[in-house]
């Protein structure tokens, strides 16, 4: 059986800043058929106190910033982590990065005294479904035509608890 090669990619996981905003525009308009306003990132920003946005880049040489990989954004609300946007550069998807964001957001929110994550994705967006299976959230809930361009249901996906996560990411 043919197993995969593990990526050689370094990547570092830091928080956004508006010298980030151009990549994560543009990174989101060819991710999603309604995508974020750059107005939506400066909000998330700048502008929301429970929001965090994080970026994934490959390690820079030199003091260098390295590529733009990918970014996350969520809330931490109380007790509870909201997962609001993930995406990931194509040229370098299915090489963990979205999983090493989401296990880097899911620490975070334990660290702030989170006990659940939540988020919703389309249901025909298969990609994601399985990244937050394998990392152990459940369907607790569709939420019909939620979507639209084009229409479609939300799924409803929840950690709970907020388990403590080892590892890398
Ligand atoms: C969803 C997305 C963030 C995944 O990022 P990624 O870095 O490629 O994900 P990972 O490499 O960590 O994948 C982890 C697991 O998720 C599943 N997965 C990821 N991409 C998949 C795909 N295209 N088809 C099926 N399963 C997939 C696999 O189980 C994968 O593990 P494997 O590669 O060992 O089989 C990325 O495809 C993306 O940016 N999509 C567009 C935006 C989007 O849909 N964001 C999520 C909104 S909720």
Request: proline share 4%.
């Amino acid at each position: 059986m043919k197993t995969k090669e593990p990526s050689t990619l370094k990547v570092v996981i830091q928080p956004a800043t508006g010298m980030d905003l151009d990549e994560m525009v543009a990174l989101e308009q060819v991710s999603f058929s309604t995508p974020w306003s750059r107005a939506s990132f400066e909000t998330e920003l700048w502008g929301n106190q429970f929001g965090g946005l994080f970026t994934a880049r490959e390690n820079g040489e030199d003091g260098h910033r390295g590529r733009f990989l990918g970014y996350i954004c969520f809330w931490t609300v109380f007790e509870e982590l909201r997962l609001m946007n993930l995406a990931v550069a194509p040229s370098v998807r299915r090489q963990g990065i979205g999983t090493r964001l989401v296990r880097f957001v899911l620490k975070y929110g334990a660290s702030q005294s989170a006990t659940r994550a939540l988020l919703e994705v389309r249901s025909s967006n298969v990609a994601a479904q399985n990244l937050y299976e394998r990392l152990a959230f459940h369907r607790y809930g569709i939420r019909k035509a939620y979507y639209t361009n084009p229409e479609e249901d939300g799924i409803l996906l929840r950690l709970e608890p907020l388990v403590k996560i080892e590892g890398e990411g």
